[in-house]
């Protein structure tokens, strides 16, 4: 895909992605409930469809109508038939790691994408296993596919040394099925979805520390209650467009309806250091908080970022760009994360950045950029969408061509509708 340099747009939007990782832990958290669960909004992207027939394998009764999803969880879940495809999404599997581990006597298998099952899956079935679970797969359960036999766990008391909301997910779903309440530490807190949206459920998962890192896990006496939740939308989907303001000048957006729980705004956090000029309001709260920000593009200064990387991993991609159009030299560091992820994205930043003649140097855990003027490239995405949708949104500054852009769809299926709308030209 090419695209060409625009001058500068302004503009709201509304209609981007709902949030990838609340789509895939409101469609298996139905799996836990009585009654019927009404989900408006629903990211209609590869990955969360896979999700939708993942939970129809298990036994929910799906149908959809309007503008809603309706999901009726069955009375035990079941052990399907068929392998249950994730597609490409590391969230979706892990998280059915976790639940999947703890159904006694089920039997499940689960896989994906040649580039999900090349992606680690020890952190979860490691931890599991340690507690009682049966889960086999490739490389001592590291790669899918995976089987699993379920196991009814004891309760268990488990220290994670990663920062990983998935981990921490994994193991508060298999804690629930428990015989009693269980224990999770972790090193800094990660994004805390799953505690938050299971408590408003009915679940009992209680904080131990100031700093939301320890926390326990009470096993369910019954089914949690249904529940009706409009998804807002991805705020790492959404972070591509305040990054296209930020390396336009004379730019501004209005971003609306986005998620606004802060292990999810870091990356605008880190604009705003950089000197983009940012405004955020509140909107509702019924699950977490939703609102508007608004961004004005500034001059950008480099930036060190080395705490609360668990925060912003998504957006990495993304800052590199932003990187690569600040004045001085820009460092992250504690992010070896990002070569485990759809693809080693150190790997793909370092390599694409320099064919755009950016000067960069390659860390195990990070990068240093120096900002300069890009230049237009041939990009490899490494079929990573995160990777094709930074060097589009760099391309508009200076135009660029991106392989393998079919990715994309996996996590935000109308991003070159925006493209488009914003102002860009587009073509093969």
Request: a neutral charge; charged letters at 25%; glycine letters at 6%.
């Amino acid at each position: 895909m090419k695209i060409n340099p625009i001058n500068s747009f302004k503009v709201e939007l509304e209609d981007m992605a709902s949030d990838k990782s609340i789509s895939h832990r409101f469609a298996i958290f139905s799996l836990l409930t009585y009654g019927t669960c009404k989900i408006k909004n629903y990211l209609k992207a590869q990955d969360t469809l896979h999700t939708l027939e993942i939970i129809k394998a298990l036994g929910a009764e799906i149908c959809e109508d309007n503008e809603f999803y309706y999901i009726k969880a069955p009375a035990n879940i079941k052990s399907p038939n068929c392998i249950l495809d994730c597609g490409n999404s590391g969230t979706a599997m892990r998280l059915l790691i976790g639940l999947l581990s703890a159904i006694e006597d089920g039997f499940f298998v689960l896989s994906g994408d040649r580039y999900l099952n090349a992606r680690p899956m020890k952190r979860v079935s490691e931890p599991l296993i340690s507690i009682g679970a049966k889960i086999y797969g490739r490389i001592n359960a590291n790669l899918a596919p995976i089987c699993i036999q379920g196991v009814k766990p004891d309760g268990f008391n488990f220290t994670s040394n990663i920062a990983s909301a998935q981990v921490k997910s994994a193991l508060i779903l298999a804690a629930l099925f428990a015989k009693k309440e269980s224990y999770f530490k972790e090193i800094e807190l990660s994004r805390d979805h799953s505690e938050i949206i299971l408590n408003k459920m009915g679940a009992c998962i209680e904080y131990l520390n100031d700093e939301k890192t320890f926390i326990k896990i009470k096993p369910l006496k019954e089914k949690l209650k249904a529940f009706e939740v409009c998804i807002p939308n991805d705020p790492s989907s959404a972070f591509y467009f305040a990054l296209a303001v930020c390396i336009l000048p004379h730019s501004r957006v209005t971003l609306k309806n986005v998620l606004l729980n802060k292990t999810r705004i870091e990356a605008f956090k880190i604009l705003e250091k950089m000197g983009a000029k940012i405004t955020y309001s509140v909107v509702n709260e019924d699950f977490e908080s939703v609102g508007e920000i608004c961004v004005e593009s500034a001059p950008l200064k480099a930036v060190s970022i080395s705490k609360n990387i668990a925060w912003l991993i998504d957006e990495i991609p993304a800052l590199a760009i932003a990187f690569a159009c600040a004045k001085g030299k820009s460092i992250i560091r504690n992010a070896k994360e990002l070569r485990v992820k759809e693809s080693d994205r150190i790997k793909a930043i370092v390599s694409n950045l320099q064919k755009c003649g950016i000067k960069i140097k390659e860390f195990e855990d990070g990068f240093e950029v120096e900002g300069g003027e890009a230049k237009s490239a041939k990009i490899e995405s490494f079929g990573d969408h995160r990777i094709a949708m930074s060097f589009l949104i760099l391309g508009l500054r200076c135009g660029m061509e991106v392989d393998d852009c079919e990715c994309i769809k996996t996590s935000f299926p109308n991003f070159i509708e925006i493209l488009k709308q914003i102002g860009a030209k587009i073509g093969d």
